[in-house]
C-alpha cells in the first residue's frame, strides 16, 4: 500500500500527518455519500432523460439546500491539499469522476460507463459515456482524463494523491470515449482511490485557475466563495445527466458546533453533514422537525501508545520503556471502561472497537472484547510486568473530544495503580511536532479518518513506534494480492495488532446527521470519497 | 497651530514605526525554524534551506523588518504559508464585515450612553441615576460572549425573530444584511455602551463642577439648559477622547463577537489563523487592526487641538 | 452610597476569595475526578448545582475554580504593577523630554489590548494560561504606569519631598520611602480596576479556545464548555457566568468605591 511508504519524503511526510490531523479536527464531519437510502440515485449511469424521482420544480421558485459543515477548504482545488473539506462540498457535485462510491462502498459507474481488468490485473480499459461534458459545453474525452492522471502525478496536487497515483505508469487514448490505464503492479485499491478527489476529471482548460473557479463536468457549478462563510454552488443547466434537484446548494461553515446547532435550530440550515457535539443531539429530538441519522464513519479513535521503536532516521522518541513490554499495554486497555468512555465523551453514540478497523471494513472482525475491561486483571499483570508504580504522560491535543477523553482515562488509570500526568498539546502545530513527529510521549489521543489505516502499524517509523514483522509481512501481502488475499491478510494484520495491545482503540466514530422534516436521500454513512453527495438528496 | 500639527502627525508616524516592530519582534519569536514548521518533519536540509530562502528567513532580522514595512507601503501584505494567497486578498473581503460591525456597534453605543449618561451625572443622588450607574456596573462584568450566546438562544432560536448567525452582503441583499447584523451590534453596543456610561457620567460630572455651570444655576436656569447651553460642549471634548479610547476596545470586542455570530470578519480570520499557525496572516491582521486604532487615536488628538481653544494656548505658550 | 458600593464590592471580593480557600480544604465532591454523578444534572441535592458533562459536580468546581480567577488576577496584576510602578516613578523623575518619550511608548502600548496580545501571544507560542496571564499583565502595564506617573508628579513636588532631596537623600531612597506609600492607594484602584478586567478577558480566551485548558477547572472555561449545552440545560452556562460576573463587579466596585474613598475631591463632586 502506498500508505507504508508515506513518510519517505518531507513535504510528503508533512501533508500525510496532516490530513489526518485535519479531519481529526473536524473530527470525521468527512462526508457522507454515495446514494441516497430513500432517494434513488440518479446517477448510476447517467445519461440524458434518465429516470429520477426528483419532483419537478416549480419554475418561479428558487429550490435550496443549505448544508452546516465544520472544516473550511482552504482554495477550491480539491486535488491541491488532502483536506476534506474540498472533495466534500465538490466532489460528485461539482467534479465527477470515471467511477463513484455508492452508499454501500460499491463502485459505480459514473463518466465512465463500464470498464474492463486484464487477467494480470495490470491493464484497465475505459469507456466513457459519450454524453459527458464539462461545464463549458466540451466533451469529457478519454484525453481529458489521460491529461488529469497526469496532472495529479506531476502537477502541484496533494501528495497523498500522488501516492495513490504511484502505480499508473502508463495511460493510452484508444479513441475519443477509450482509455486504457497500465499499473506497474496489481492494486486493491486503486480503484477506490480513483472515486475520490485522485480521480476527479477537470476541464484541462481550468488547471490553472482551479484554485479560485471550478471546471467540472458535474450537475453543479460554483456560484460565489466567500471564505470564513460558505460555498455557493449553483445548478448547471447543461449537466449531461440528471439534472440538478436544486437552484442554490449551499454550504455553510461554522468553527463554533454551538452556532451552527443554533443555525440548524432557527430554520437557517437543512442539513447539519455531521454533529460536531454528540451531546447536543437531544436538541432536535423534535421528530416534527428533524431527523436524526446516525450512521459510521471511517474514523477510530485512537489512545497511542509508544511503543518505542526507534528505527533510523526518525528521532529516538521518549516513550517509556514499560510500554514495549505487552502486559502492561495489555493492563492499561483492560483499566479503561471503553463503553463508560464513549457514553462520556460521544453520548454514546458510535461503536466499539478492538483494533485499526471500522465496521464498514470489508475486512472487519469484532475485537472489542478481546481484552475486555477489567481493572483487577490489570492490576495483576502489571504486577506481574512488574510495573505497579508506572508513571505515564498522556499528551492529548487540544481538541474537545481528546481532552474530554484524557481526563477520563487519567481517573481510570489511577485506579489500577497508574499515575498519570496529562499534558495538554497545542493542536495542530505542538502536537504534530512534540507527538507525532518526535514520538515524545507516552500516551496520546488522536482521531484517524484515513480508511485503511490499519496500514500504518507496518510502519515503524509512524507514531506508534510499532515494528513487528509480521505485520509488515501482512501488510505489503495485501496491498499487492486479490480481493481476497486483500481481506485476509488485512484482517490478519488488524488481528495480530490488537492481540500486541499495540494501542488502545476506544471507540468508532459515528456519522450523525441532522435533517431537517422533509428532507431526504442523505447517505448515513461517511465513506473515503469524503464526498458529501447531494444528488441523491430531495427537499419536499 | 501648524507646528502642532505636524507634531502629532510626527508621533503618529513614530508610533506605527514601534507597532509594527513590536508586532514583527513578536512574530518572529516562534519557538524552532519556520521552514521546518511548514515543511514537517523528515524535510530535507536542502528543503529546507530552499524554504528559507523562500521565505526570506535566512536574512538578517533588520533586512526582514524592513522588506516586510516597505512591501506593505506598496499594499503587499505577504502570502499564507499555508493557502499561498496573498494577505490582501484574504482580508479584502473581510473589512466590510468588521467595518459594518463596529461602526454599528459604537453608533448604538454612544446613542444609549449619552443620554443615560447625562441621567446618571444629573440624578446621581436618585434613583434613576443610581439605577443607571448600577446597571452600568452590572453591564461591564457580563462577559460580551455570554451575553451574545443568550441573545442568540432567545431571540434565534425560542421566538426566531432574527437569523442567529451569518452575514449576507449588504450589496446582495440590504434587508438580509440589516437582520443579520442586529443580534452582534446590540451585543457589542450594549457591551460597550456599559462602559462608556461611566466615562460619560464623569465628564458630565466634570462639568457639573465646572464654574460656568455654577454661574449659569445660580441666575436660575435649569439643570438641563445649563447643562445644554455649556455641557454638551465641553463634555463631547473629553468623550471624543474616550471614544478613542474605546475604539480600541470596541474592535477587539468584535473578534470575540465575530466567532459569536460566525460573522466572516478580520477577526474571523485572526482566530482561523492563529489555529492554523499562519503567522504571515496573523502579523498582516493584527498590523492593520493596531493600524486602526492608532490612526483614530491621531485623529482624536489632531481633533482636540483645532477645537479646543485652551490646549491650543497652552501649547503656544 | 458611595460606602454603600464599596461594601458591595467588598463582598463580593470576600466571598471569591473565601471560596478559594475554602476548596483548599473542602469541596463536596472531587473537582476533577470523572463521574462523581450522573452527568448533566439538574440542581438538586446532592449536586446543589447539578451536575457537568463529565458527571463532576458544579458547586466543587465553582469553588476551585475561584482559585484559577484569583491566580489570573494576581499573576496579571502582579506582572502589571511590577514593571508598570517603577516605570511610572520614573516617568515622574525623568526631564520632561523623556516623559514625553515614555508617555508616547505607552499610548502605542494602548493599542494592544489585551486580547489582542494574548492572541497574537497565543499564536506564537501556544494557547495556555501562561500565556494569557503574561499577555493580560503585559498589556496592563501602561495603565500602572500612567496613573502611578500621575500621583508620583504631586507626591515629587511636595514640600517634604523637595527637603529630602535638598537633604541629599538618594532618588530610590525617596522612591521607596515618600512616593511609593503616597501612590499606593492610586495603584491599589488601578489594580482592582485591571484585575476585573483581567478575569473578563480570561473568560473571552478561554471561549477562543486560548485560554486554560480543560483539565483545570477555571470558570471561563466552565462557560465555553457550557455553551454546548445552553439549549438543553440552561443552568450549565448560568453558574459559571454568574460567578464571573460576581467577581469582575466586585472588584470594579472596590476599585470604583476606594477611588471615591479616598479621593475627597471626587466624593465632593459625586
Redesign the interface.
Known sequence: MAKSTA?Q???R???R??SVLVAAVALALTACTGAGQQAPAPSGAPTAGATSAAPAPAPEETRTLVIGATAEP??LDPTATDAAAGPQALLYNVYETLVRLDAAGDLKPLLAQAWDVTPDRLTYTFRLNPAAQFSDGTPVDAEAVAKNIERIQTGTTAPKLKNQMEVVVGTEVVDATTLDVTLSRPSVTWLFDMAGAAGIVMNPEGFDAA?SETAGSGPLTLDRW????SIALKRNDAYWGTPARFDEVTF?Y??????M???M????LDIISNLQ?P??I??FSDEGRFTIIEGSTEGEVTMAINNGAAPE???AGTGNPALQDVRVRKAITMAIDRR?LL??VWHGKGTLIGSMSVPTDPYYEDLADLHPYDPEEAKRLLAEAGHENLTLRLRPP?L?YA??A???I??QLGAVGITVQ?E?L?F???W??TA???ADYDLTIVSHVEPRDVATYANPAYYWRYDNPAVQEAVRKAGEGTIEEYTTEMRNAARIIAEDAASVWLFALPNLVVTKEGVTGVAENANSSLSFDVTTIAKA | MFRQLLGRLGIFLLSLVAASFAIFVITQALPGDVAAVILGHGATPEQLAAKRAELGTDRPFLVQYLEWVTAMLGGDFGRSWFSHLPVTTLMAPRLGVTGSLVSGGLLLAVLIALPLGAVAALRRRQWPGLLTSATAQVGMAIPAFWAGIILVFVFGVLLRWLPPNGYVPLGRDPGRWASHLVLPVVTLGVIQAAVLVRYVRSAFLEVLAEDYYRTARSIGWTKWRALSRHGIRNASLSLVTVLGLQLASVIVGAIVIERVFVLPGLGSLLLDAVATNDLVVVRGITMVLVFAVLLINAAVDISYVLIDPRLRAREAS | MKRAELWVGLALVTAVVAMALVSFVWTPFDATAVGSGPRLQSPGLPHVLGTDHMGIDIFSRILVGARSALYVGIIAVGIAALVGVPLGILAAWLPRWGAEAMMRATDVAYAFPALLLAILLAAVFGASTETAMVAIGIATIPAFIRVTRAGALSVLASDYVLAARAAGTPAPAIAVRHVLPNVAHLIGVQASVSFAMAILAEAALSYLGLGTPPTVPSWGRMLGDAQTYLFGHPTQALWPGLAIAAAVLGFNLVGDGLRDFLDPKLREVA
Not at chain 1, 226 to 229: A, N, Q, R, S, Y
Not at chain 1, 265 to 268: E, R
Open positions: 513518510l519524503s518531507g513535504a511526510a508533512r501533508l500527518t496532516l482552504q482554495t484554485g466567500t471564505p470564513g462563510d455553510r461554522f468553527k463554533d458546533p454551538n452556532a446547532n443554533a443555525s435550530l432557527s430554520g437557517q457535539a451531546e447536543t437531544d436538541q532516521g526518525v528521532p463508560a457514553d462520556t487540544t474537545p481532552t474530554k484524557a481526563q477520563f487519567a481517573s496529562v495538554e497545542q495542530p502545530r505542538q504534530i511536532d507525532m513527529t518526535n
